[in-house]
Structures are given as structure tokens and as C-alpha cells.
């Protein structure tokens, strides 16, 4: 044998040592962000794709208001998991009465929705947002309360809130019973209806 086919076969040698030693070290180290990287990523799509009570809210964009104006949210809707909503008793209604601060507009959306009288709570709507949301309770809520009016009678409700000084937006949070993830409406004074009304739920 002559000395090259020596060295040949000593470099074939070594070759295969290193890669024996180079597959017995990545079975036992773990790989970085291996498999429970990948399971939270897929808990996390799974997460996002358990939400339930879809509204024209959580499309992610901000509602235009009159003058160019849009609403900022502090960040996106919260993730809302399937909640067992209880039913509300109807109750009667008076006479329309005009929203005189921020907070009116919530609540008598909130009344004329259990009162039965769609047509009267889309009338506290902002019209630049009214055919959204009419679509909306016809398409989602055509059998059943809205969840934000049940957690408006059951839950917990803050006051008006001027977080938009340069827009005159005002936010109101409706803190559900039984859950932390609270529900925010958002209301403005219309000028051309003279009382303030609501831009987003």
C-alpha cells in the first residue's frame, strides 16, 4: 500500500468518526425552540381561533368619524372565549329621549336593544357606522342579545372616560360578570342630532 492510499484511508476514517460524533450530539442536545416553540405557536392559533361574539369592533380598524377623525384604541379587542350570556327579561319603553352625555348613549342603546326596538338602539349609532352595525345585529344577533347590552345590566359599567380630547371621544368600559376581559364603547357628540352617540361597541 502505497503512503497516499495510506492518508486516503486515514481521512476516510476520520471523516466518519466526526460525523458519528456529530449525529450522537444533536440526539442528546435539545434543539432551541424545538417543540414547545412549536406547541405555543400552535396554542396560540388555536387561541385566536376560539373567539366567539364577532363584531364589527374587532376587525382591528378604527371607526371614521365625522372631520377625518378615527378612533385609537389602546390595542386590539380582547380575546373573548364562549360565554354562557343570560337571558335578559324585555322591559317597556318610554319616549326616545336624546343622549345628553356620553354615558346616555350606552345606556339607551342598551335599553331600546332589550325593549325590542332595534331600530330605536341603532339611532344612538354613529350614522358613519350605523349600516355596519345594523348588518351586524341582523347577521349575529338576530335570535339573541347582544353581548355587550347583558353585560350592561349584569355586569359593571364605568363612567365617560375623555380619552381623545383633540376628537371629543369618550370611552366607557362594561365590565362583564364572570369574566376580566371588559367590553369598551367608545361615544361622540353629534352636532347634526345634538346628543352624543356611539362610534363603536
Known sequence: MTQKNIIIAVLILVFIGVTVLVL???????V???????EATTSLKEDNATTTDTEVSDSGEAANVSGGSTINKKGPSPLRVSIEYPELEPIELGPRLKAAFPGDALRYFAEAMRGGDRERALSYIHPNVREQYKKAL???YADRQHPVVIAYYTGTV?????????????????????TELPFRAYAIYESE?????????
Open 158 to 178: 364605568g363612567d365617560a372616560e375623555l380619552t381623545q380630547p383633540q376628537n371629543g371621544i369618550y370611552e366607557i368600559t362594561v365590565q362583564p360578570k364572570d
Open 32 to 38: 432551541v425552540g424545538g417543540d414547545k416553540s412549536e
Open 138 to 140: 341582523e347577521a349575529q
Open 193 to 201: 342630532a345634538g346628543e352624543f352617540v356611539l362610534l363603536e361597541l
Open 24 to 30: 450522537n450530539y444533536q440526539r442528546t442536545v435539545p
